[in-house]
């Protein structure tokens, strides 16, 4: 007999926080640069605006992964030094992608970046989404790690 697995939606949530011995302004200027993705976060070959708008809510951007994958996203909500918020619209298999990336100055020159994320599945398994919400935790380290070296240079 073979054995179905059950398919069903799940709902997660990554977060990942990260120390930098750098200004908050410097951070915050790295990370808000919406389109400036490739510099930093893993695997990403370009990212391009899809709006006319650079900065704030209503920006649009489009990865491209290396490995020719593609996810849109959109700012949703923005407070300038501090957080940006963007959904995911194409491209993950999931129904729901939210993440914030928060920064929070622990001294002059200390700042505490936090990424973090909800997600609800498309149908999958429960051992295809526990791997994918893993795998989503190692990106946001890696790339994490990756804008630290970046901006304590």
């Given at each position: 007999m073979i054995k179905t697995v059950k398919k069903s939606f799940h709902t997660g949530?990554?977060?990942?926080?990260?120390?930098?011995?750098?200004?908050?302004?410097?951070?915050?200027?790295?990370?808000?640069?919406?389109?400036?993705?490739?510099?930093?976060?893993?695997d990403v070959k370009k990212t391009v605006y899809l709006s006319k708008k650079k900065i704030d809510v209503g920006v649009i951007r489009l990865i491209t992964f290396g490995d020719g994958s593609k996810i849109e996203e959109h700012v949703v909500a923005w407070k300038?030094?501090?957080?940006?918020?963007?959904?995911?619209?194409?491209?993950?298999?999931?129904?729901?992608y939210v993440a914030t990336i928060s920064i929070n100055a622990k001294s002059k020159n200390t700042v505490e970046l936090t990424w973090q994320s909800y997600l609800n599945s498309k149908k999958m398994s429960e051992k295809q989404f526990l791997e994918f919400l893993a795998f989503m935790g190692s990106f946001y380290e890696a790339s994490l790690e990756n804008l630290k070296v970046l901006l304590e240079k």
């Open positions: 949530s990554v977060k990942k926080t990260i120390l930098i011995k750098a200004s908050k302004d410097k951070v915050w200027r790295k990370i808000s640069n919406i389109a400036g993705l490739p510099t930093w976060v893993v300038k030094g501090e957080y940006f918020t963007y959904i995911a619209t194409e491209g993950l298999p999931l129904r729901a």
